[in-house]
Structures are given as structure tokens and as C-alpha cells.
């Protein structure tokens, strides 16, 4: 089949060719036939690129479907802060001191005041005596 589009296209540009060669009074009713040749190598290259690019923004496409629940932007939370401190335990060292005794009546004699209870009768009663 190759060969048989191979042996086609050699003999149109033959034609071609013959036709070139008439004198120039049949130029004016000469028909002309045009046709492209592509190659190969053209057709891979151009396949490729277009795979290529399409693969390319179909695995873009996708990228962006699975990470787009974690980058979407949710609506702002409202958001109260607190702040706490913890509490601060101290060791303090224990005080020992001495509490001296209460002093004896005797010590205490030039300091005390008798107690005197007038009952209104003019005559004034003392309770202790030092």
C-alpha cells in the first residue's frame, strides 16, 4: 500500500512536470495541480506536542481537584484568646523563734493599775490588789 501512494504521488508531479514543459499557447487552458506532502517525522513531532500538552493541563486538572479541599479559603472563624497563667508555688523556709513565757505578777506589779468599782453609794470598791 506504502509503495502504491509512493508510485501516485511520483507520477502526479511527473505530470506536473510535462506540463510545465508545453509551449506557452496551452499555458492560458492548462490546469494547475497542487498538492502538500507531509512527512512523517512532521506528524509524529506535532502528535506528540499535542499529547504532550494535553497530558500535561489533564494532570494540572487533576492536581487541582485533589488539593483543592486542603488551599480553599473557608470563611474566618471567630476566635476569642485567652491567656493563663500558672500559678507560682513558693517554698519558703519555715521560721522557728522563740516565744517567751507571760511575765509573773511579781514583774508585772509596777505596771498594773488596781481595779476600783464604784457602785454610786460614795463608797468605791477595789478588786485586785498588787
Known amino acids: 500500500m506504502k509503495s502504491f501512494i509512493i508510485a ?75 491567656k493563663y497563667t500558672l500559678p507560682k508555688i513558693e517554698w519558703k523556709r519555715g521560721l522557728f523563734q522563740h516565744i517567751p513565757a507571760p511575765p509573773s505578777d511579781e514583774e508585772m506589779k509596777d505596771y498594773l493599775l488596781p481595779i476600783i468599782i464604784d457602785d454610786g453609794d460614795g463608797n468605791p470598791t477595789q478588786i485586785s490588789e498588787f
Open 8 to 82: 501516485v504521488v511520483i507520477g502526479l508531479s511527473c505530470v506536473s512536470m510535462g506540463f510545465s514543459q508545453d509551449c506557452d499557447r496551452h499555458r492560458q487552458h492548462r490546469k494547475v495541480i497542487e498538492f502538500k506532502v507531509i512527512k512523517p517525522k512532521s506528524v509524529v513531532k506535532s502528535t506528540a506536542g499535542y499529547l504532550c500538552g494535553t497530558s500535561k493541563k489533564m494532570f494540572k486538572a487533576s492536581k487541582d481537584f485533589w488539593t483543592a479541599p486542603f488551599t480553599t479559603v473557608g470563611p474566618v472563624l471567630e476566635i476569642k484568646k485567652f
